[in-house]
């Protein structure tokens, strides 16, 4: 789906007080952005931002991060966080390939992946944010017991993501093909732009949560 640009979105991506300039220089020491130490949970790719605006509002408890390389996406969640009144929620315009360049090992509490881009072409499958490359990214920075939660509604992205899951050695914890007629996986859930409108067209939501394997 392509994306629409918007007007000055990059430059003010630049200026604005929630989104993160300059990353490296924080590594190991997210908490002092916060000024609250609390895990650290982060959503890549995260679109639009009404996944992670109506997480960080419900749990005050943690800290997160959103993470979008596309500034004219960004901006739409960056919206949504002025209208909150909350201490716990920032962003980043950022690539996610380089994604141990910004954060310590240990220092994810977890990681949530919803409607990536599925790179459908195999020659691109590195670049498909559960990879086993991107797995291998993940596991440098993640806690002990921390986990990914991933949501899709493509059934190939969904099938390549377990096989990478099973391949890098991961543990797959939970498993649904039909989330929003799986009362265990289901609760507690909240919807993505993209997960509203694929499920009002009937399309099944598809959900794993998988962890490091074990040290």
Not at 107 to 118: A, H, K, Q, R
Request: aromatic letters at 12%.
């Amino acid at each position: 789906m392509r994306l629409k640009n918007v007007p000055g979105a990059k430059e003010e991506m630049l200026v604005n007080r929630f989104v993160i300039q300059d990353p490296q220089k924080h590594r190991g020491n997210w908490q002092e952005v916060f000024g609250k130490n609390r895990p650290l949970y982060l959503e890549i790719g995260m679109g639009k931002g009404q996944f992670i605006t109506g997480l960080a509002a419900r749990d005050t408890d943690r800290n997160f991060l959103g993470i979008e390389k596309y500034s004219s996406a960004l901006i739409k969640g960056v919206r949504k966080r002025e209208e909150m009144e909350c201490d716990n929620l920032y962003f980043l315009c950022f690539d996610a390939e380089y994604i141990t360049q910004i954060f310590a090992p240990g220092e994810v509490s977890g990681i949530y992946l919803n409607f990536s881009d599925p790179w459908p072409k195999a020659r691109h499958a590195k670049r498909r944010l559960t990879s086993v490359e991107f797995l291998r990214r993940y596991e440098q920075i993640m806690a002990e017991g921390a986990v990914i939660e991933f949501k899709t509604d493509n059934t190939e992205l969904f099938e390549f993501s377990v096989k990478s899951a099973q391949l890098a050695g991961w543990r797959i914890l939970g498993l649904s093909w039909d989330l929003h007629n799986d009362p265990v996986m289901n609760e507690g859930n909240i919807m993505t732009e993209y997960e509203e409108k694929f499920s009002s067209r009937g399309n099944c939501i598809n959900k794993m949560i998988i962890a490091p394997p074990e040290r």
